[in-house]
C-alpha cells in the first residue's frame, strides 16, 4: 500500500493548513448554525423591537397608537439631532424610528389619511417592515370606527381591543410548532465546508500524484495502474471520512440530542452522501489546476457558487424563477432539498423525497466524476 | 530609480495570472450569481410567487372569506387557492404542495356576538400549517387580517349600522398612512449589503498581492528575493515601488469589479463617486499592507501563509455578511469590538453609510479606522524587517 501511504504523508506535509481549514470552518458551521435559527425565529412567531417613537401629537389617536405599539414593543426616545439619531441607528440601538406630528388627530379626523405618520426602517432590519404592517392595519381600523361615528376615545378602545385578535393557528403536528431545530442550521452549512475541505485536500494530494515527472516514474513501476489508482481512491475515502467524522463529531457536541434521533441519522447520512458528491467535484476541479494557489481559487469558487446558487446561505425562495430552475442542476440544491425534507419525516419509511434527494445528490457524484476522467483523458490525448 | 522600479513593478504583477484571477475575474464572477441569485431585489420589487393554500368550507360556512381569498388570488395574485375536502388537504400539506391549509366550520348568525368577539372566539376560521416560514407568516396574516375586519364590522354593524358605508369605503381606500422616512438621501436595501460584502472581499483580496511583495523582499522566502537583497540598493528604496505598484494594481482590479457592478449589473451603489474611489482605494492599501504584514510575520512556509492570507480574508468577508445575512448586525449588538476592527466590516459600513446617511460621521469614523489598521499593519511590517540581517538562508 505504498500509494497509499504516500498520500497520508503528502496530506501529513500540509496538515497545518488543512487543520487550520478544518478549525475555523468548524467554528463557522457553528456560527451560521446558530445566526440562521435566530433569523428564522423572528419570521414566523414576531420579534419585539427597539422603536424610537417621537409622539407630538395634540389628540388622543397618537396616544393611542403608542399604546398599541408600546403592548408589542419596546419604545424608546428619539434623540433630538438627526446626527443622534443616525448614530443610534447606525449603532443597533434602534429598529424603527416613528414620528407622530402634532396634527396627526386632527389631520385624521378630517379624513386626511395619505402619509400621516413618517416611519424610518433601519437598514439590514427585514422584522421592521412587519412592524408597520401592524401599524397600518391599527389606523385602518382606527379609520373605520372614526368614519362610522365612534368619539375618539371609544375608537382607539375599540381598536386595541380588535387588534388583540389572533388567528387561531394549528401545526399539522405537534413537533411543527417548535420551529426547526439548530441541527437543520447545522448540517444546511455543510456543502459550502466540504467542498472547499475536498478540494483543497484532495487535490493537494492529487496535484502531486499529476506531476509529471512523478507520474512518468509511477507508469514505469511493477504495481498496475488499478492497484495505484484504488489506493489513491481509497486515500481520497478515507481523507472525506476523516473530514466527516471531524464535522459529524461537532455536531454530536452542539447539538447531542438531535443527533440521536432519526432526523439526526438521516441528516448525518445525508452530509455522508454529500460528501462523496465533493469528492467528486474535487476529483473534476482538480483536472484545471495547475498549481497549488489555482486550487484555492476553485475550491472557493465552487464552494461560494454552488452554495449560492443551490440556496444554502439564501433561501431558494427569495430567488427569482430563473434562478430556482438553475439551482436544480447544483448538487447543494439537492442535499438542502434533502435537509428540509429530513424535518418532515416521522420514520425510515416516510422519507421517499429524501431518498430521492440522497439518489440526485450521487446521480451528480457520478456525473462530475466522469467528466473529470473525460477531462483527465483528453489530457493525455493532447500530450 | 523609483518610478522605473514601479513601471516594472506594474508590469510584473500585471502579467501574473493568479492575481488577474483572484482580484478580477473572481469578483466578477461572485456579482453575477448574486445577481442571478436575487438581483430583481435591487429594483426594490417583491419577489412574490403565490402562495399555494388549500381551502375546507363546511357547508352552510359563511362566504365571505371565500370571497376574499378569490380577490385575493385573481386580483393580487398574492395567493392560489385550491378548495378541497379535508383528507385532500392534509396530504396537500403532508407532501408540500400548499403551505397551510384554511379551514372554515359553519357558524350559526347568533353565535358571532359582540360577547363572543370580546371573549375571542373568532369567526370558525383556522390555519393549519406545517412549518414556520415567510408563506406561513403571510397566511397568518390574512386570517389574522380578515378576522379583526370581521369584528370591526360586526361591532359597527350592531352599534352603528348607519355608518357601516362609510366604514366600507375605508377599506376599498387602500391609503398608505406611513410616509417613508429615510436615514439620509438614498434608500437602503438589505440585499446591497451582499454586494457592499463583495466589494469589501475583493479589497481585502489585495493581500495576496501584499504576501507576493513580502516573498519578493525577504531573503529567506525566495531565490529572488536573495539576489535582490544582494544587490547594492537599500532593500526599502527597492520595497516602496514594489508596494506603490502592487496598491495601484489592486486598485485598477477594484474599479474594474465596482464599475461591473454598477454598470454592467445596475447595482445601485450610489452616485459619490470621489467618497467612493476613495473607501476602495483605502480598502486596498488595507488589503495590501494586511498581506505583506502577513509574509513578514514567522517562519511558516509560503503555502501556509497563503492559506491564512485567504481565510483571513473569508473569514472577515463572512462577518460582514457576505454569505449570512444579519450577522454583522449581531455582531454589532454582541461583539461590538469586533465590528470595529474587522477590515471587510469597516469597508462594507464606509461604502453603506455614504449610500444611506447624508451626513459624514459614520463614514469619516471607518475611514479613520481603516487607516489606523494600515498605519499599524505598516509599522508593524516595518519594525519586523528593519535591520534584518541572514547569516545563512
Not at chain 1, 403608542?66 to 439619531?85: A, T
Not at chain 2, 502579467?15 to 448574486?34: A, E, H, K, Q, T
Not at chain 2, 488589503?287 to 473569514?315: D, N, R, S
Amino acid at each position: 500500500m505504498q500509494v497509499f501511504k504516500a498520500f497520508f504523508r503528502i496530506l501529513y506535509k500540509n496538515k497545518a493548513s488543512l487543520l487550520m481549514y478544518i478549525v475555523i470552518y468548524l467554528a463557522l458551521a457553528v456560527t451560521v448554525g446558530n445566526v440562521l435559527e435566530e433569523n428564522s425565529k423572528t419570521e414566523f412567531s414576531g420579534v419585539s423591537l427597539d422603536i424610537g417613537l417621537e409622539n407630538k401629537d395634540k389628540g388622543s389617536l397618537g396616544d393611542g397608537l403608542e399604546e398599541y405599539l408600546g403592548s408589542q414593543n419596546q419604545i424608546l426616545g428619539v434623540p433630538e439631532k438627526k446626527e443622534d439619531l443616525q448614530d443610534a441607528m447606525y449603532y443597533e440601538e434602534l429598529d424603527y424610528v416613528l414620528v407622530i406630528p402634532e396634527d396627526f388627530t386632527e389631520k385624521f379626523q378630517a379624513g386626511e389619511q395619505e402619509g400621516l405618520l413618517e416611519g424610518t426602517v433601519v437598514p439590514g432590519s427585514s422584522s421592521a417592515y412587519l412592524v408597520e404592517q401592524e401599524m397600518v392595519s391599527f389606523l385602518r381600523t382606527l379609520a373605520m370606527y372614526l368614519k362610522a361615528g365612534y368619539g375618539e376615545r371609544d375608537a382607539v378602545a375599540r381598536t386595541l381591543k380588535d387588534m388583540e385578535r389572533k388567528a387561531e393557528v394549528q401545526f399539522l403536528e405537534e413537533g411543527d410548532s417548535q420551529g426547526k431545530p439548530t441541527g437543520f442550521y447545522y448540517f444546511q452549512y455543510i456543502p459550502y465546508v466540504f467542498l472547499i475541505m475536498m478540494i483543497l485536500g484532495v487535490g493537494g494530494c492529487m496535484k502531486a500524484f499529476q506531476n509529471k515527472d512523478l507520474a512518468a516514474r509511477n507508469k514505469c513501476s511493477s504495481m498496475s495502474f488499478l492497484s495505484q489508482n484504488l489506493q489513491i481512491f481509497l486515500g481520497c475515502a478515507v481523507y472525506m471520512v476523516i473530514v466527516y467524522a471531524a464535522f459529524l463529531g461537532m455536531a454530536c457536541l452542539n447539538v447531542g440530542d438531535y443527533m440521536l434521533s432519526l432526523r439526526g441519522a438521516l441528516n448525518a447520512a445525508n452530509a455522508f452522501v454529500f460528501g462523496i458528491c465533493s469528492l467528486s467535484v474535487a476529483w473534476f476541479a482538480v483536472q484545471f489546476a495547475q498549481s497549488s494557489a489555482m486550487l484555492t481559487i476553485l475550491s472557493n469558487v465552487f464552494g461560494l457558487g454552488f452554495s449560492f446558487l443551490g440556496g444554502v446561505f439564501v433561501s431558494v425562495d427569495m430567488m427569482g424563477e430563473s434562478a430556482r430552475n438553475m439551482a436544480k442542476f447544483v448538487p447543494s440544491y439537492w442535499y438542502v432539498v434533502a435537509n428540509e425534507e429530513i424535518q418532515k419525516v416521522g420514520a425510515f419509511a416516510e422519507g421517499e423525497k429524501v431518498y430521492q434527494a440522497f439518489g440526485m445528490v450521487l446521480m451528480f457524484s457520478l456525473a462530475f466524476f466522469s467528466a473529470g476522467l473525460l477531462v483527465n483523458r483528453m489530457k493525455v490525448k493532447s500530450k | 530609480m523609483f518610478f522605473r522600479l514601479y513601471r516594472y513593478g506594474l508590469i510584473r504583477s500585471s502579467r501574473d495570472r493568479m492575481m488577474i484571477f483572484w482580484n478580477l475575474i473572481f469578483p466578477v464572477i461572485l456579482g453575477s450569481l448574486f445577481h442571478v441569485a436575487f438581483g430583481n431585489y435591487t429594483d426594490k420589487e417583491v419577489l412574490f410567487h403565490q402562495v399555494p393554500v388549500a381551502y375546507v368550507q363546511e357547508e352552510g360556512a359563511d362566504g365571505n372569506f371565500a370571497l376574499l381569498l378569490e380577490a385575493l388570488e385573481t386580483e393580487n395574485g398574492l395567493i392560489q387557492v385550491q378548495k378541497t375536502s379535508q383528507e385532500k388537504a392534509e396530504k396537500l400539506l403532508q407532501e408540500g404542495e400548499a403551505e397551510g391549509i384554511f379551514f372554515q366550520k359553519k357558524t350559526g348568525a347568533g353565535e358571532q356576538s359582540l360577547e363572543g368577539l370580546a371573549g375571542q372566539e373568532n369567526s370558525g376560521i383556522s390555519l393549519v400549517v406545517a412549518e414556520q416560514g415567510i408563506n406561513q407568516t403571510i397566511l397568518n396574516s390574512i386570517l389574522e387580517q380578515y378576522e379583526r375586519t370581521s369584528a370591526t364590522f360586526i361591532a359597527i354593524g350592531k352599534e352603528h349600522p348607519e355608518g357601516i358605508q362609510k366604514a366600507a369605503e375605508v377599506l376599498e381606500g387602500e391609503y398608505s398612512y406611513l410616509k417613508e422616512g429615510s436615514l439620509g438621501d438614498a434608500a437602503s436595501n438589505s440585499i446591497l449589503d451582499y454586494f457592499y460584502s463583495l466589494i469589501a472581499m475583493d479589497c481585502l483580496m489585495g493581500a495576496v498581492m501584499g504576501l507576493q511583495c513580502a516573498v519578493e523582499f525577504k531573503a529567506n522566502l525566495s531565490a529572488l528575493a536573495a539576489r535582490r537583497m544582494a544587490a547594492g540598493v537599500s532593500r526599502f528604496r527597492m520595497l516602496w515601488p514594489d508596494l506603490a505598484a502592487k496598491v495601484t494594481l489592486q486598485f485598477v482590479y477594484i474599479i474594474f469589479s465596482v464599475s461591473y457592478l454598477m454598470f454592467a449589473l445596475d447595482v445601485p451603489l450610489g452616485d459619490q463617486w470621489g467618497f467612493l474611489l476613495l473607501t476602495l482605494f483605502s480598502g486596498g492599501v488595507l488589503g495590501v499592507f494586511l498581506g505583506f504584514f502577513i509574509g513578514v510575520c514567522g517562519k511558516m512556509p509560503y503555502q501556509m501563509k497563503e492559506a491564512l492570507c485567504v481565510t483571513i480574508m473569508m473569514v472577515s468577508s463572512f462577518f460582514s455578511g457576505l454569505m449570512v445575512s444579519g450577522i454583522q448586525r449581531l455582531i454589532e449588538r454582541y461583539v461590538p469590538v469586533f465590528a470595529r476592527i474587522n477590515p471587510a466590516s469597516l469597508i462594507t459600513k464606509a461604502c453603506c453609510s455614504l449610500n444611506i446617511y447624508d451626513t459624514y460621521g459614520r463614514y469619516l469614523e471607518n475611514m479613520g479606522i481603516m487607516l489606523a489598521l494600515t498605519a499599524a499593519l505598516a509599522a508593524g511590517s516595518f519594525l519586523i524587517v528593519r535591520r534584518e540581517r541572514y547569516a545563512g538562508i
